[in-house]
DNA sequence: CTTTTCACG
DNA sequence: GACGTACGTGAAAAGT
């Protein structure tokens, strides 16, 4: 976690807030008891629901709480159990029509957006002892509403009962009254008179009456039982006597539990704005017309439905509201009611439709008709279609709408008759197929879509919508503003699974999709999506933008339950028009380059691979590591050979083979140049000429936005974050990404980012001096850990502290910092320790990150991103394993929110100083640009300056500039 | 379709 | 005493 210089979620001092802690579960059956018996339109029972979202409203719209906690009992046994099995259990079940209406209470707490406690283990009542203790302890006055006389024991001058069924207040009269005792002494009381309904068992032939009688005269249940030989009627001390410890017992059940380790903070419990339009959602799927009517009342009144908050500044599109506000004031249009601006009608049914509308539009007409129906929605969910998976070569074939769950439409734009030949003869038609399906033609379609698509009051929603919206802007049309449930899912179950849509229909909404494949068949009978007969089509991509809109409202809610609205809204959501923007840049590539370096290689790989097979004795596939293995190590009979435990074949990657090779096996040394050769062929020059995209002479790269578990981004078809640099043969290829003419090619990297990153999150002083100071950071660490003077330091020295470096960034272990030195485990780990021991703030916040993992199951970056780690409840080498990637995912996690920030601010910030470079490429740590010749140093001042202020995280953050006419000059 | 290897940060 | 390892990716080729 941050460390005191992280972006504080500054608790508030203790002000005397009032807080109010409701009693849920208990609230739930004297609902159910006190109101009569009535259903939702579908049928399912509500009473129980109706009265708790009466009180809920009640505490927000009459009491004008700031301050509140929603407690339940959880499902499991709790620790009273464990010393008296038989605690509650005599509970009958609860009545058949109570049991649906749990989950839709929870329900209706998340949609008042209240915080929902409950704790494993620990009644309600703990929990709410817990808090009225350490709010009480705060000064503030606490209202604990429940009418459970088990709460009663806590009532003081500070501390007072609500019942919110007589809607009465309980204070120490109203208590003493009950108990015949004050406050402190009813947990003595009812543990002699027990209670039949929690089978406590008490003190037979006691009741309340003369428990408090008993209590009274005695002083405590303790003196009581000490002195019972003392009581005058002798059935009475006799029975005191045999069940003294039946009586303690009982005030150990009795007894709450105060200091339970509740989920969140007594000062976190507070009343936040709820997201109008869900709540509104929910009240209409519950069918309660009178509270909606108070909803709309209480907002038309004064803008918000709790005290305090403004309206939507929770909500993840309260800049979209406002915008859409500004622009309808400005067109004098409205597409919302003045009073509620309640954009999602109130009777849609999320996330689970009653009824499901797909329809295939392919008129004018009836797509006009879905264009208002948008435009009065304001949220749509939009999706395309196309003819292949890269966006930069696909064309549009079909466009899906979805206006609310349930409802949604497919237009077909460019299918043609499914019995066209796949491919015309040199792509010439002989118009054999029938003609094209009845469709609105594409430039018609997106003139008359335009309007909704670029309206600034209507949110389009995507899954992963970088796509639909590179694909619009090929035909001119900027799709703004966006929201995007891939990069929701992302920021909420980043490393803990996938974010595909089908994925996430089965997760939320529990719908098998219909795949694509079904759609398309496979392999070789694969037909492109245009091909697809329009009823099919329909069922799919109407599906498709269908599910994302019901996943975008379950996601919206989850984004916010989950405190990642931020996260989402400064990094994630704004980066998807950058990215989109960057990737139809492409970077210009030059074939010209790359082959003849290919023909290079290719006739090194001929000399070499004659040679192996020369020195093998024979000739075999040298590309083939099976067999390379049989060659060195069962016919050669090498010793040093490793063999892999999944198949139990001969390792032969280049760690084995640089071994032999430097104990002069010369064949070794052949295979590795080889395979350097292989790669730089196969990989890049044969592979990167082929990319070249034919319209734009560029190639463009996919980013792909929610791959990885840290919040990289990764690049894919081809991957351009992988280009080689370390050797000399490789970085050749970097000559061929040069800049238009013209132009020069930029690069602007960090330095040293990740290791910036562990001074500050770590907190160790002496490293954030290093870097405040600007001095080489490996020789001081070197100094440091090997006692050796800064001006005597030599490069062996420094190269071990580089490694170690290195090595804490990866979670580090003796047995990996061995074998990248090359030196012994136990040497490896003594280095270890002498770090630890000169900066102990990192040994200290390596435990701590585990431990955190081990807890929470992710860890978190300093902005806040959630990282997921699987497998840390494991033993063993998983454990281990996951413990290392909980030591570097906040690190490389950090770097990658770093980078997003800067990429997010750049584009304006050229704009704003008139210049005129493109953004191509993002690797990690560095970012590639086209400037014009003129601009360079402007661009470069400019550059490096957003890069280095994208975020105040203590440490300085340095960026360095590199330029030239390719890659390979400008790194 | 999985495994091995190797390119990058 | 042996596990099986440095963290995060994607692509090509071989081998099932």
């Known amino acids: 976690m941050p460390t005191d ?99 839709i209470i929870r329900e209706a707490v998340e949609a008042f957006n209240l915080p929902r406690i409950e704790l494993e283990g620990y009644e309600a009542d703990d929990l709410i002892a817990t808090y009225a203790r350490q709010a009480r302890a705060q000064g503030r006055p606490v209202t604990i509403v429940s009418s459970d006389k088990d709460l009663m024991q806590l009532v003081d001058d500070g501390i007072r009962m609500l019942d919110p069924m007589k809607n009465k207040m309980i204070g120490p009269d109203e208590v003493f009254e009950k108990f015949g005792v004050a406050p402190d002494k009813v947990v003595d009381v009812q543990a002699l008179a027990g209670d039949s309904v929690d089978n406590v068992p008490g003190v037979p032939g006691i009741g309340i009456k003369t428990a408090a009688q008993l209590i009274t005269e005695y002083g405590s249940l303790e003196a009581l039982l000490e002195r019972a030989g003392e009581i005058k009627q002798a059935g009475r001390r006799q029975k005191l006597i045999e069940n003294a410890d039946l009586a ?24 936040r704005e709820p997201d109008v339009n869900r709540l509104l959602s929910w009240l209409g799927v519950q069918g309660f017309r009178s509270i909606i009517a108070k909803v709309k009342a209480e907002i038309a009144a004064d803008g918000t439905l709790a005290d305090g908050a403004a309206l939507h500044a929770a909500a993840g599109d309260g800049g979209e509201q406002q915008r859409r506000d500004l622009r309808a004031a400005l067109d004098g249009r409205s597409y919302a009611p003045s009073a509620a601006p309640a954009v999602v009608r109130a009777d849609a049914h999320i996330p689970r439709p009653d009824k499901v509308e797909h329809v295939l539009v392919d008129t004018e007409e009836a797509l006009a008709a879905w264009v208002a129906e948008g435009l009065e929605a304001g949220v749509v969910a939009v999706d395309t279609e196309t003819d292949g998976l890269t966006p930069m070569r696909a064309s549009l074939v079909g466009i899906s709408l979805s206006t609310r769950p349930g409802r949604a439409c497919y237009i077909p734009v460019a299918h043609i008759d499914p019995s ?7 792509g010439l038609d002989f118009g054999d197929g029938a003609p094209p399906p009845k469709q609105v033609p594409l430039t018609r379609a997106l003139d008359i879509l335009r309007p909704l698509l670029e309206h600034p009051g209507v949110l389009k929603v995507g899954h992963n919508i970088k796509f639909d919206l590179q694909m619009f802007a090929k035909h001119g049309v900027t799709v703004a503003p966006i929201d995007d449930t891939m990069l929701r899912s992302y920021v909420i179950g980043g490393g803990r699974h996938g974010h595909g849509m089908d994925e996430l229909a089965q997760r939320h909404l529990g719908v098998t999709t219909i795949s694509f494949d079904e759609v398309t068949r496979t392999g070789k009978s694969r037909i492109t999506f245009d091909r697809v007969p329009l009823d099919k089509a329909t069922a799919y991509a109407a599906e498709d933008a269908d599910i994302t809109l019901r996943l975008w409202h379950v996601l919206r809610h989850d984004v916010l339950a989950d405190r990642m609205v931020t996260v989402y809204e400064t990094i994630e959501r704004p980066l998807v028009p950058v990215v989109a923007r960057m990737e139809m840049e492409g970077v210009l590539v ?26 093998a004795g024979r000739t075999f596939n040298v590309g083939s590591p099976k067999q390379l293995g049989e060659i060195l190590f069962d016919e050669m009979k090498l010793s040093g050979g490793k063999k892999s435990a999944k198949t139990g074949a001969w390792s032969t990657d280049s760690s084995v083979l640089e071994e032999l090779a430097d104990l002069g096996i010369p064949i070794c040394q052949k295979v590795m140049d080889w395979r350097q050769f292989a790669k730089l062929k196969s990989t890049y020059t044969d592979t990167l000429g082929e990319q070249i995209n034919p319209g734009t002479g560029r190639v463009h790269t996919s980013f792909a936005l929610a791959a990885t578990s840290t919040g990289r981004l990764s690049s894919t078809d081809p991957n351009l974050q992988n280009i080689p640099i370390r050797t000399e043969e490789g970085r050749k290829i970097r000559r061929a990404f040069v800049a238009a003419p013209g132009n020069r090619i930029m690069s602007v990297d960090y330095s040293q980012i990740e290791l910036r990153i562990v001074a500050e999150m770590a907190g160790i002083p002496a490293l954030q001096q290093a870097f405040r100071d600007g001095i080489d950071i490996h020789a001081m660490t070197a100094s440091q850990v090997f006692n050796v003077p800064l001006d005597q330091m030599t490069s062996e020295i420094r190269r071990r502290a580089k490694a170690i470096n290195f090595g804490i960034i990866y979670g580090i272990s003796s047995f990996g910092l061995s074998r990248q030195l090359g030196i012994a485990a136990g040497e490896a780990g003594a280095f270890i320790k002498a770090y630890f021991e000169r900066f102990p703030e990192l040994q200290a916040y390596m435990e701590k990150t585990k431990a955190e993992a081990a807890r929470d199951g992710y860890v978190r970056t300093l902005l806040g991103r959630k990282c997921w780690i699987q497998g840390i409840q494991e033993k063993g080498a998983r454990k281990s394993y996951a413990e290392r990637q909980a030591i570097n995912a906040p690190i490389q996690g950090t770097a990658a929110d770093i980078i997003k920030l800067a990429m997010i601010k750049l584009p304006g910030a050229l704009a704003d100083a008139g210049l005129n470079a493109r953004m191509l490429l993002q690797v990690h740590d560095e970012l590639l640009f086209e400037v014009p010749e003129a601009e360079v140093e402007a661009t470069s001042a400019l550059v490096r300056q957003v890069m280095e202020g994208a975020v105040d995280i203590g440490i300085p953050l340095v960026a360095e500039a590199g330029v030239g006419l390719s890659w390979a000059e400008a790194h």
């Open 248 to 271: 303690r017992i009982s005030k150990r059940l009795v007894k709450l539990e105060e200091n339970a380790p509740v989920p969140v903070p007594v000062e976190e419990l507070k009343v």
């Open 5 to 103: 210089s992280a972006p504080s979620t500054a608790l508030p001092p203790a002000d005397g807030t009032p807080l109010y802690l409701v009693d849920g579960s208990g609230f739930i059956f004297r609902a159910y008891h006190a109101l009569p018996p009535l259903n939702r339109p579908d049928g399912t029972p509500v009473n129980a629901v109706m009265g708790f979202t009466n009180m809920l409203m009640r505490l927000l719209a009459e009491l004008k709480a700031d301050a509140v906690a929603i407690i339940f009992d959880s499902k499991r046994l709790n620790f009273r159990n464990e010393f008296y099995p038989d605690y509650k259990a005599h509970r009958p079940e609860p009545p058949e029509d109570l049991r649906p209406q749990f989950a």
């Open 590 to 615: 030059d074939r010209q380059v790359l082959k003849e370096l290919s023909n290079d290689f290719a006739k090194r790989l001929v000399e070499l691979e004659a040679e192996i097979h020369v020195l």
């Open 420 to 426: 066209t030949p796949k491919e015309g003869a040199g």
